[in-house]
């Protein structure tokens, strides 16, 4: 079946634009979380939700940093007023809630910030 | 706090050789501990995972991980390595108590298989 797809695949942002990362779970996956990979790091947490509901944004690196997930499906990631040090690979998962600790990841969105 | 130490940033071996990917892990309470790797320009895929039970468990791809509670270790291993195999492998760590799914992954190790 179709994996968790997220879109653009690329993105460059002059400094102080807006931008919006996109993410599709796999269907029927209640859970879906948003994570940053900076280069050479490993995955850090951003947010997580549960159905439309925000139950965790304890990763949120700052009040720029805002995500939504309004009818339990699809999800945005928007960044307002980039920053260089937004850039990173930003990384869509999504769980079944009761299997909730095996989690599927994107591809990613590659946030180049100049 | 939650944290996952990956010691090795490379590791290299020879291709019919074993390996190890090293992990280690710091957390309250019990652990639900995971293996992903990385190719290049595509997403995390799940390797494995110990939730409970034996404390060796098997995964894709012919690896394998032993949970070792004593020494917060979770090491990846595979008896004989293949050049296919080289790519990023993450460790990570979720505690049992946390109502949130979060998982907290380590730096990385990057596994090269030389033919």
């Known amino acids: 079946g179709a994996g968790v797809s997220q879109s653009p695949r690329y993105k460059v942002a002059k400094r102080g634009q807006d931008v919006a990362l996109r993410c599709d779970p796999i269907s029927g996956h209640v859970s879906l979380f948003w994570y940053q990979q900076a280069l050479g790091q490993g995955p850090e947490f951003l947010t997580y939700f549960q159905n439309e509901a925000q139950l965790d944004k304890s990763g949120l690196p700052s009040d720029r940093f805002f995500a939504e997930r309004p009818e339990g499906s699809v999800s945005t990631l928007k960044i307002q007023r980039t920053q260089q040090e937004d850039s990173a690979v930003y990384l869509c998962a999504s769980s079944l809630r009761d299997r909730a600790y095996e989690q599927y990841f994107g591809p990613g969105t590659r946030l180049t910030v100049t | 706090a939650q944290s996952v130490a990956q010691p090795e940033d490379q590791v290299n071996v020879a291709e019919g050789n074993p390996l190890t990917v090293k992990c280690t892990y710091s957390v309250s309470g019990n652990p639900y501990l995971f293996w992903y790797v990385q190719y290049p320009n595509r997403g995390l895929q799940f390797l494995l995972k110990?939730?409970?039970?034996?404390?060796l468990v098997k995964g894709s791809y012919g690896f394998e991980a032993e949970f070792n509670k004593s020494q917060t270790s979770f090491h990846l291993k595979k008896p004989s390595a293949l050049v296919s195999d080289s790519a990023l492998y993450f460790c990570a760590v979720r505690a049992r108590m946390d109502s949130s799914y979060k998982l907290i992954f380590g730096s990385g190790t990057r596994l090269l298989v030389r033919p």
């Open positions: 110990y939730i409970t039970g034996d404390n």
